[in-house]
C-alpha cells in the first residue's frame, strides 16, 4: 500500500536521522518540507503537495459511492417507481371498468324506468278501455231498464185511464139519470141515459 503514500507524507513520516557524534538528536520541532522555520503550515485540503493522495481516494470514494447507486439504490428506487406506476396504472384500469359498469347500469336503469312507464301508460289506458266500456254497458242496461220500466208504467197508465174514464161514463149515467129524474120527476132507462152520456161524449 505504500503507492498509496505521497512524497510530502514520506517526508513527514521519516524519522529524523541521528547525529554523527552520537549525540541524542535536537529536541526542537521542525515544520513540514518545502516550508520555511516558523512559517505557519497551509489547510491539508489545499495543501498542493497532499493532491494527488486525495484526487486519488476522491476517485475510490466515487467509485464506491457510483457502484451503490448503481447496485443498491438505484435498483430500489425503479423496483419503488415501476411499483407505483404499476398500482396508478391497475387503478386507472379499474376506474375505468367501475366506470363503464356504471355507464351500463345506468343505461340500464334508464330502459327499466321506461319501460315501467310504457307498462304503467299501457296499463292506464287499459284500464280506461274497461271503465269506459264497463260504463257503456251499464248504461245500456240502464237504459233497457228504464225503456221497460216506462213502457210497464206507460201500460199502468193507460189501464188506470181507460178505467177512470169507464168509471166516469157510469157516473155520469147515473148523475145524469138522477138530474132526468129529479126535474122531470120520471126515472129514465139505463139504455136512454147511456145513448145520452154517449152522444154528449162522441160530441167532444
Do not use: N
Not at 310504457?118 to 284500464?127: D, F, M
Not at 210497464?152 to 129524474?181: F, Y
Amino acid at each position: 500500500m505504500t503507492w498509496f503514500i505521497s512524497p510530502a507524507y514520506a517526508e513527514d513520516a521519516a524519522p529524523a536521522s541521528a547525529p554523527a557524534d552520537g549525540q541524542p538528536a535536537p529536541t526542537e520541532t521542525h515544520t513540514e518540507v518545502g516550508h520555511a522555520a516558523g512559517e505557519k503550515a497551509p489547510f491539508p485540503p489545499f495543501d498542493t503537495h497532499k493532491y494527488p493522495s486525495q484526487i486519488l481516494w476522491y476517485v475510490i470514494c466515487f467509485g464506491l459511492l457510483y457502484l451503490l447507486m448503481k447496485r443498491v439504490l438505484v435498483p430500489r428506487l425503479s423496483t419503488i417507481v415501476e411499483g407505483r406506476a404499476a398500482r396508478i396504472a391497475g387503478d386507472l384500469e379499474e376506474a375505468q371498468r367501475l366506470r363503464v359498469e356504471s355507464d351500463k347500469a345506468l343505461g340500464t336503469y334508464e330502459k327499466a324506468l321506461a319501460d315501467a312507464r310504457s307498462s304503467a301508460h299501457a296499463i292506464a289506458q287499459s284500464g280506461m278501455d274497461e271503465a269506459k266500456a264497463a260504463a257503456v254497458k251499464q248504461r245500456a242496461e240502464i237504459e233497457s231498464s228504464l225503456s221497460a220500466k216506462l213502457d210497464a208504467a206507460e201500460a199502468r197508465i193507460g189501464e188506470i185511464k181507460a178505467k177512470a174514464l169507464g168509471d166516469v161514463g157510469a157516473i155520469a149515467e147515473e148523475t145524469a139519470s138522477a138530474v132526468v129524474a129529479a126535474l122531470s120527476g120520471q126515472q129514465p132507462t139505463s139504455d136512454e141515459v147511456a145513448a145520452a152520456v154517449s152522444s154528449v161524449s162522441s160530441s167532444k
